[in-house]
């Protein structure tokens, strides 16, 4: 590609091919800790929210005694 190049536009063609090498990569570990950021924080702990109350909604329907279950008492 600098072999094609006008003697004049090798010194732009060389600091664009090392801006690119030098701040591409930057900008797109910025860009995936961005949205990282956005919904990896806070996805977890709704997934395993949500996880849990399906779970129990589930073991309620399931297992009707569950409900009536008393602590002190604990003989079915």
């Given at each position: 590609m600098q072999?094609?190049?006008p003697d004049h536009y090798r010194g732009q063609l060389q600091g664009i091919y090392t801006l690119v090498l030098s701040a591409?990569?930057?900008l797109?570990?910025?860009y995936a800790g961005f949205l990282a950021a956005l919904t990896t924080l806070w996805f977890p702990q709704l997934l395993g929210a949500?996880?849990?109350l399906v779970?129990?909604?589930l073991y309620l329907r399931l297992r009707p005694g569950f409900r009536?279950?008393?602590g002190a008492n604990p003989v079915p």
């Open positions: 072999s094609a190049t591409g990569p930057r797109g570990d910025t949500l996880l849990i779970l129990a909604g009536h279950y008393d």
